[in-house]
T-cell receptor
Framework: NAGVMQNPRHLVRRRGQEARLRCSPMKGHSHVYWYRQLPEEGLKFMVY????????ESGMPKERFSAEFPKEGPSILRIQQVVRGDSAAYFC?????????????FGDGTRLSIL | GNSVTQMEGPVTLSEEAFLTINCTYT??????LFWYVQYPGEGLQLLLK?????DKGSNKGFEATYRKETTSFHLEKGSVQVSDSAVYFC??????????????FGQGTTLQVKP
């Protein structure tokens, strides 16, 4: 029973390029959360999605960042025109229901490095 | 707004020592509380949780009690092992109007256990 799968594990981009991060939730989970971890810091919430819907994007920067979770396929976090400050570890988590008492299961993250 | 504060690390202990990592929170309503552990290069793993006041979460020898009167959720273990060396994150589920289950994390506490 596979856990949350993220790919790629490591991604290197030059300033101005686009970064696409993928997340496949655990089987049976239809709720996906994205978090960002800057060096030496805790995780910060970015966005919460259900299939085909963005429920809460209050933690996502207004420009250059977007997220989707289509009916078929993985959730995608997209960063356009990357800058050095986007360098971080990006974690995806899934849960069977978007409720406060449901634990979230995390993937191993994508470590994004901007040259 | 809601927040979580953890004791700063690193915490360095000898094997078989007693562990306490302090965690306090500020929140409206009655959030669920979690401890996650992160090993190097990996994602977060749920260690334990508590969903209401006076609940005690426990797993692998770790315990934490949800104390509403002191707004705390301190992590304890009676005898640590070298394999417990990791970063520990305290988190609460945001009980905002949407109650989406998004997590608010503390900054993390690094534990180093020496043989």
């Amino acid at each position: 029973n596979a856990g949350v799968m993220q790919n790629p594990r490591h991604l290197v981009r030059r300033r101005g390029q686009e970064a696409r991060l993928r997340c496949s939730p655990m089987k049976g989970h239809s709720h996906v959360y994205w978090y960002r971890q800057l060096p030496e810091e805790g995780l910060k919430f970015m966005v919460y999605l259900q299939k085909e819907n963005i429920i809460d994007e209050s933690g996502m920067p207004k420009e250059r960042f977007s997220a989707e979770f289509p009916k078929e396929g993985p959730s995608i976090l997209r960063i356009q025109q990357v800058v050095r400050g986007d360098s971080a570890a990006y974690f995806c988590a899934s849960s069977p229901a978007g409720a406060a008492n449901q634990p979230q299961h995390f993937g191993d993250g994508t470590r994004l490095s901007i040259l | 707004g809601n927040s979580v504060t953890q004791m700063e690390g690193p915490v360095t202990l000898s094997e078989e020592a007693f562990l306490t990592i302090n965690c306090t929170y500020t929140a409206t309503g009655y959030p669920s509380l979690f401890w996650y552990v992160q090993y190097p290069g990996e994602g977060l793993q749920l260690l334990l949780k508590a969903t209401k006041a006076d609940d005690k979460g426990s797993n692998k020898g770790f315990e934490a009690t949800y104390r509403k009167e002191t707004t705390s959720f301190h992590l304890e273990k009676g005898s640590v092992q070298v394999s417990d060396s990791a970063v520990y994150f305290c988190a609460l589920s945001d009980m905002g109007s949407s109650n989406t289950g998004k997590l608010i994390f503390g900054q993390g506490t690094t534990l180093q256990v020496k043989p």
